[in-house]
């Protein structure tokens, strides 16, 4: 039977408390955080981060058929986003790889794609708002990723249901990076008679009663919307979870995925979930755990509320802005980037998008792959070796003040990989200050720079979150 | 490897060096112009009588044309050449190849960078088409990865090694100070030095060498010839040039406490010239000290200090224009200020005042003393993957 065989959830290491915004604008904000991506972040760079710890807890045996992106905030546009995260993912080019854009429904077409297909569908959304505006704080930044399979599926669907509507409550022109909204009363009015509709016909389809489940999810951008479904659909209020907007914000396309996560992060074999998405009508889909949860959950590698925890929670509203793109500062007195050219990123896309090095006859690992043997100059006789998922220690370190970056200083490293390859890279998710010789590191996918609007995407180094 | 070398075979017999610094006013050719007549007048020749040109520049102007245009050059061959920060150097070497060969009887050797023009901080090196994946720190950044790794393996706490930086640049500038060529001619203070606003992990302002624009030129012909032109000419004892295969920043095994690639010249050059013990022969030497840290490491590298005692020897003012080996006598690329192209001339600049007692109240104390040798050193790239020259010059013949 066809289901959740794997999940793997990403929240970004940075944390912007609502106040600060409060502090600076004086007005907006309001209570607790939410989460941010890095200066060096996107949708497509978050989603190869879920995907990485999705894949990895799916195991070596899982192989996805399909490969389907969902974000509101695409990177690009005409060039597929989806291919990208293929690429780092390091799936082969058989897998099929789609881009489901643009609207919050998107993630909900990705899923039943993927669903049907055996696939992989990553869920990813960096959400602005106007400065001050409640779009704006109550929003939040993350990725999720569900591979399906027929292998010991940890939870499958028991019924699903969509009522679809045409209004306009809130929009977003293309090339502007935030979002405009009807009042709110005419979202709900809009909306709720289609989630009665949508949580009736699921329930009928799965022959559950309300009183049936365990775990209810409910997520919408129209928070008063949301607020109003357990009572318009008489359900218990004390099974709706919490819907983390307080710690972490509004996810968009991304969230009801993400709550699902966090409740099969605690869930056990047997449960009843119900997940209705309020976002031009709504979705309500209903899911029950297996037996094989249980073991799932002793290799699963995401663990939500010690990511939550273990955010960074002191961003200044001032470096949120401008990593946005709401606030233009000036940079240092040096050149821009050059643009990566196609060509040669097409011939080391491996190297780029893999972190794929080539490993020589003795064992010595070139990073970036090279042809010629440091050791013993034999030509060709290498096979490649994936980096991305092996840890590393710092050899030694620098914090360059002088080089262009969307957060300065950038921090830089000579790390060495446990079992040989060396590599000098960007450190990024990292305090300066705290940066040593011996420090251990792992690897994450990011977006470096853009020029020329060419997206720069390479690997960094990261502290190691259980150090 | 074979490395015959050309000791005693060629002869600077004639050199130029415009002031280095921040020359709003003059462009690319007026340095040339100036350099290369200073050279011409100072071995006795006019431009005419030069057989062929080597100039070097890594960003101010690409061929031959860079050098004929302004000059003038009748018909003669000129070859541009390039290797990162030992551009000058490199054009000098194949100059001296070129006479030694007997293919020309006078040569001049030419290096000019215009730096201050770009309008940025620092250096610019532009880079072919590429798929983004190399790492885009500076040249400070990538030369202080020096600096920790250093005092890690001889456990010199951070203070320590921050008054050796700063004693270094202390000492560049009070060298400097004493030459109205160079960019900076004033002493600094060493708690100026210390607090100086951070650049690159603990190097400061005060830790970089100059960004500047300058040239200089030499005049080249066979040993034989020398005494034609000058009675006191430089004759070159070594040249070594090494690339390494940058293995640096992908094996695990380099600790980014020395450059291998400036070993391997060194002790290439030594064999040439026929020294044993490099500081108690040689009068002085110029070193790249394009960052503090990189000229500590290179007190090691070059057999000026024990490994791991360099540090000690810096404190100890072994390297000071008084000490027992002067070391950038001139105030170095420090305080002289670093136009690329230009600075490997530079220090063959400072070796020729400094062997024919020319350098005025920087005068060493060696050369009187009745040492005749002095080496230059300059390295192109960063701690790992660099290109290094060492060449050795003396007054008088083996």
Same mark, same amino acid.
């Given at each position: 039977?066809?289901?959740?065989?794997?999940?793997?959830?990403?929240?970004?290491?940075?944390?912007?408390?609502?106040?600060?915004?409060?502090?600076?604008?004086?007005?907006?904000?309001?209570?607790?955080?939410?989460?941010?991506?890095?200066?060096?972040?996107?949708?497509?760079?978050?989603?190869?981060?879920?995907?990485?710890?999705?894949?990895?807890?799916?195991?070596?045996?899982?192989?996805?058929?399909?490969?389907?992106?969902?974000?509101?905030?695409?990177?690009?546009?005409?060039?597929?986003?989806?291919?990208?995260?293929?690429?780092?993912?390091?799936?082969?080019?058989?897998?099929?790889?789609?881009?489901?854009?643009?609207?919050?429904?998107?993630?909900?077409?990705?899923?039943?794609?993927?669903?049907?297909?055996?696939?992989?569908?990553?869920?990813?959304?960096?959400?602005?708002?106007?400065?001050?505006?409640?779009?704006?704080?109550?929003?939040?930044?993350?990725?999720?990723?569900?591979?399906?399979?027929?292998?010991?599926?940890?939870?499958?669907?028991?019924?699903?249901?969509?009522?679809?509507?045409?209004?306009?409550?809130?929009?977003?022109?293309?090339?502007?990076?935030?979002?405009?909204?009807?009042?709110?009363?005419?979202?709900?009015?809009?909306?709720?008679?289609?989630?009665?509709?949508?949580?009736?016909?699921?329930?009928?389809?799965?022959?559950?009663?309300?009183?049936?489940?365990?775990?209810?999810?409910?997520?919408?951008?129209?928070?008063?919307?949301?607020?109003?479904?357990?009572?318009?659909?008489?359900?218990?209020?004390?099974?709706?979870?919490?819907?983390?907007?307080?710690?972490?914000?509004?996810?968009?396309?991304?969230?009801?995925?993400?709550?699902?996560?966090?409740?099969?992060?605690?869930?056990?074999?047997?449960?009843?979930?119900?997940?209705?998405?309020?976002?031009?009508?709504?979705?309500?889909?209903?899911?029950?755990?297996?037996?094989?949860?249980?073991?799932?959950?002793?290799?699963?590698?995401?663990?939500?509320?010690?990511?939550?925890?273990?955010?960074?929670?002191?961003?200044?509203?001032?470096?949120?802005?401008?990593?946005?793109?709401?606030?233009?500062?000036?940079?240092?007195?040096?050149?821009?980037?050059?643009?990566?050219?196609?060509?040669?990123?097409?011939?080391?896309?491996?190297?780029?998008?893999?972190?794929?090095?080539?490993?020589?006859?003795?064992?010595?690992?070139?990073?970036?792959?090279?042809?010629?043997?440091?050791?013993?100059?034999?030509?060709?006789?290498?096979?490649?070796?994936?980096?991305?998922?092996?840890?590393?220690?710092?050899?030694?370190?620098?914090?360059?003040?002088?080089?262009?970056?969307?957060?300065?200083?950038?921090?830089?490293?000579?790390?060495?990989?446990?079992?040989?390859?060396?590599?000098?890279?960007?450190?990024?998710?990292?305090?300066?200050?705290?940066?040593?010789?011996?420090?251990?590191?792992?690897?994450?996918?990011?977006?470096?720079?853009?020029?020329?609007?060419?997206?720069?995407?390479?690997?960094?180094?990261?502290?190691?979150?259980?150090? | 490897?074979?490395?015959?070398?050309?000791?005693?075979?060629?002869?600077?017999?004639?050199?130029?060096?415009?002031?280095?610094?921040?020359?709003?006013?003059?462009?690319?050719?007026?340095?040339?112009?100036?350099?290369?007549?200073?050279?011409?007048?100072?071995?006795?020749?006019?431009?005419?009588?030069?057989?062929?040109?080597?100039?070097?520049?890594?960003?101010?102007?690409?061929?031959?044309?860079?050098?004929?245009?302004?000059?003038?050059?009748?018909?003669?061959? #000129?070859?541009?050449?390039?290797? $990162?920060?030992? +551009?000058?150097?490199?054009? !000098?070497?194949? /100059?001296?190849?070129? &006479? @030694?060969?007997?293919?020309?009887?006078?040569?001049?050797?030419?290096?000019?960078?215009?730096?201050?023009?770009?309008?940025?901080?620092?250096?610019?090196?532009?880079?072919?088409?590429?798929?983004?994946?190399?790492?885009?720190?500076?040249?400070?950044?990538?030369?202080?990865?020096?600096?920790?790794?250093?005092?890690?393996?001889?456990?010199?706490?951070?203070?320590?090694?921050?008054?050796?930086?700063?004693?270094?640049?202390?000492?560049?500038?009070?060298?400097?100070?004493?030459?109205?060529?160079?960019?900076?001619?004033?002493?600094?203070?060493?708690?100026?030095?210390?607090?100086?606003?951070?650049?690159?992990?603990?190097?400061?302002?005060?830790?970089?060498?100059?960004?500047?624009?300058?040239?200089?030129?030499?005049?080249? #012909?066979?040993?034989?010839?020398? $005494?034609?032109? +000058?009675?006191?000419?430089? !004759?070159?004892? /070594?040249?070594?040039? &090494? @690339?390494?295969?940058?293995?640096?920043?992908?094996?695990?095994?380099?600790?980014?406490?020395?450059?291998?690639?400036?070993?391997?010249?060194?002790?290439?050059?030594?064999?040439?010239?026929?020294?044993?013990?490099?500081?108690?022969?040689?009068?002085?030497?110029?070193?790249?000290?394009?960052?503090?840290?990189?000229?500590?490491?290179?007190?090691?590298?070059?057999?000026?200090?024990?490994?791991?005692?360099?540090?000690?020897?810096?404190?100890?003012?072994?390297?000071?224009?008084?000490?027992?080996?002067?070391?950038?006598?001139?105030?170095?690329?420090?305080?002289?200020?670093?136009?690329?192209?230009?600075?490997?001339?530079?220090?063959?600049?400072?070796?020729?005042?400094?062997?024919?007692?020319?350098?005025?109240?920087?005068?060493?104390?060696?050369?009187?003393?009745?040492?005749?040798?002095?080496?230059?050193?300059?390295?192109?790239?960063?701690?790992?993957?660099?290109?290094?020259?060492?060449?050795?010059?003396?007054?008088?013949?083996?």
């Amino acid at each position: 039977m066809t289901g959740i065989v794997a999940y793997g959830a990403y929240l970004p290491y940075w944390r912007l408390q609502r106040t600060a915004i409060t502090g600076m604008l004086g007005s907006g904000g309001g209570r607790g955080m939410r989460s941010v991506a890095s200066y060096d972040e996107d949708s497509t760079s978050m989603a190869v981060e879920a995907g990485r710890v999705a894949l990895r807890a799916a195991g070596p045996a899982y192989r996805a058929q399909s490969l389907w992106f969902a974000t509101t905030t695409p990177g690009y546009l005409d060039k597929s986003n989806a291919t990208t995260v293929h690429a780092a993912l390091g799936l082969a080019s058989s897998v099929g790889a789609f881009d489901a854009i643009g609207g919050i429904r998107s993630g909900l077409g990705a899923v039943a794609a993927a669903s049907a297909h055996a696939g992989v569908a990553i869920l990813s959304d960096v959400r602005t708002g106007r400065p001050g505006s409640a779009e704006e704080s109550s929003g939040g930044d993350a990725a999720v990723a569900l591979c399906f399979g027929d292998t010991d599926p940890i939870a499958v669907l028991a019924g699903r249901y969509q009522a679809v509507a045409e209004f306009t409550d809130r929009w977003r022109v293309p090339g502007e990076d935030y979002s405009r909204v009807w009042e709110d009363r005419f979202g709900e009015y809009a909306g709720l008679p289609l989630v009665q509709e949508a949580v009736a016909a699921a329930l009928k389809e799965s022959g559950w009663e309300p009183g049936d489940l365990d775990r209810i999810i409910i997520t919408g951008l129209h928070a008063r919307a949301v607020k109003a479904v357990p009572k318009a659909c008489d359900l218990d209020p004390s099974k709706v979870v919490n819907d983390l907007t307080d710690t972490i914000g509004n996810t968009g396309a991304a969230h009801w995925a993400l709550l699902l996560a966090d409740v099969l992060d605690t869930a056990t074999p047997g449960q009843r979930i119900a997940v209705i998405v309020l976002a031009d009508g709504a979705e309500v889909s209903l899911w029950e755990t297996t037996d094989a949860l249980s073991a799932y959950q002793l290799r699963s590698l995401t663990n939500l509320r010690a990511a939550i925890a273990a955010g960074r929670d002191d961003l200044d509203y001032a470096s949120f802005l401008t990593w946005r793109g709401f606030l233009d500062r000036e940079p240092p007195r040096r050149p821009e980037p050059e643009r990566p050219a196609s060509p040669p990123s097409h011939r080391t896309s491996e190297w780029k998008y893999g972190l794929v090095g080539s490993r020589d006859e003795t064992g010595f690992v070139h990073l970036p792959p090279a042809r010629v043997s440091m050791g013993t100059g034999n030509i060709d006789q290498m096979e490649p070796v994936r980096m991305a998922d092996i840890p590393a220690r710092i050899a030694t370190f620098t914090v360059d003040r002088l080089a262009y970056s969307l957060s300065p200083p950038v921090v830089a490293a000579i790390i060495d990989f446990d079992g040989g390859g060396r590599f000098q890279c960007e450190l990024t998710d990292v305090d300066p200050e705290a940066v040593r010789i011996g420090g251990r590191v792992e690897m994450t996918f990011r977006r470096l720079y853009t020029t020329d609007g060419i997206h720069n995407y390479f690997w960094k180094a990261r502290p190691t979150a259980a150090e | 490897m074979a490395s015959h070398g050309i000791r005693d075979k060629v002869a600077i017999v004639g050199m130029g060096c415009t002031q280095f610094g921040e020359h709003w006013d003059r462009s690319t050719d007026d340095l040339l112009i100036d350099a290369s007549a200073e050279a011409l007048g100072s071995a006795g020749v006019s431009l005419g009588d030069v057989d062929a040109f080597w100039l070097g520049t890594m960003g101010s102007g690409l061929s031959g044309l860079t050098l004929s245009r302004p000059l003038k050059i009748d018909h003669k061959p #000129v070859t541009h050449v390039e290797n $990162y920060c030992a +551009t000058g150097s490199e054009a !000098f070497r194949n /100059a001296c190849y070129a &006479v @030694a060969s007997g293919a020309y009887d006078v040569v001049m050797a030419i290096g000019v960078e215009k730096l201050k023009d770009s309008g940025f901080s620092g250096l610019v090196v532009p880079s072919p088409a590429n798929d983004g994946t190399s790492s885009n720190v500076t040249a400070p950044a990538s030369f202080s990865f020096l600096a920790p790794a250093y005092a890690e393996k001889y456990g010199v706490d951070t203070q320590e090694m921050k008054d050796v930086m700063t004693r270094i640049a202390w000492k560049n500038h009070r060298n400097g100070a004493l030459n109205p060529r160079a960019q900076f001619r004033k002493e600094v203070s060493k708690e100026t030095i210390a607090c100086s606003p951070l650049v690159a992990g603990p190097l400061g302002i005060f830790d970089c060498s100059g960004v500047s624009d300058g040239s200089a030129a030499a005049i080249i #012909v066979r040993a034989e010839d020398a $005494y034609k032109y +000058t009675d006191r000419p430089i !004759f070159v004892k /070594a040249l070594s040039f &090494v @690339a390494g295969p940058a293995a640096g920043p992908i094996d695990p095994s380099y600790d980014y406490t020395s450059f291998t690639e400036v070993v391997h010249s060194a002790r290439d050059a030594y064999a040439q010239a026929g020294i044993t013990n490099p500081r108690a022969e040689l009068a002085m030497a110029e070193v790249h000290d394009c960052f503090t840290p990189t000229e500590l490491v290179l007190m090691e590298d070059l057999g000026f200090a024990e490994r791991g005692f360099g540090w000690k020897e810096v404190l100890a003012g072994t390297f000071d224009l008084d000490g027992e080996l002067p070391v950038n006598p001139d105030g170095g690329l420090k305080s002289f200020g670093h136009p690329i192209g230009a600075s490997g001339l530079r220090m063959l600049f400072e070796c020729w005042l400094q062997l024919r007692e020319e350098a005025g109240e920087r005068q060493i104390a060696s050369v009187a003393a009745g040492k005749t040798k002095a080496l230059t050193h300059n390295l192109g790239g960063s701690p790992g993957a660099c290109v290094s020259f060492v060449s050795v010059v003396g007054s008088e013949l083996d």
